[in-house]
């Protein structure tokens, strides 16, 4: 069942639907349930599940077949708030949402690498769910160039959506790197690992539209929720 989230409702299904899809959950060809049983599995009304398969529509990932039903159209590309997101459920899939931890502005440590313009950074640190599973702890670091403030309540479920909408600043690339870490000691249930337990770890910097580096993050998940994915196409 969707989280409550920033996202429109219709959208976190929509979002949900696609990552199912990409995961091969819901494969091409394959019909979904009538509309009104959808609805009622998921505990949502009927208008927001058609709003969500309208969306799906759109996008190029479903068919509606008067008289017959809806059928999934896999596809390489689609445009989605999460395509940037590498982790998902162990089983696959799952709906990311977000919970922030802290937002400071802050000089910018000597251990990250070279990011960025300015000599401070925006350190925000979240909670990951997927489908409402605590799954990963984050630590991003937001280059101060980009904005003066940012406070919690600024923050939407995708941070890449609030730099496109608040900032003007556009993710046109990232690089990860994974490894293995140990859970800082700032994170907390319901996070099951332990601070200083080793976790998978995943580093990532970004590059904005204009060719500059404007984000770095560290990123440490729960093996038994979650798994990284990268799928080529």
Known sequence: MPQNGSLPLYLQISELLIRDIAAGRLIDGAKLPPEREMAGQMGIAVGTLRKALSDLEAK?????VQGSGNYVRARAEVASVYALFRLELVEGGGLPTAEVLSVERLPKPADLPDFGRARDAHRIRRLRR????????EE???DGSHAVTVTAGDLSESLYLFYRESLGLW???????VGLGHVPDWARAPFAPRPGAPAPL???ISWAQDGASAEFSRTWFDQDVARYVARLR
């Open 140 to 142: 991003i670091w937001l």
């Open 202 to 204: 995943i580093e990532r």
């Open 130 to 137: 997927l489908s409402g599973r605590p799954a990963a702890v």
């Open 60 to 64: 190029g990932l479903l068919q509606r």
């Open 171 to 177: 993710i046109q690339r990232a690089e990860d790197r």
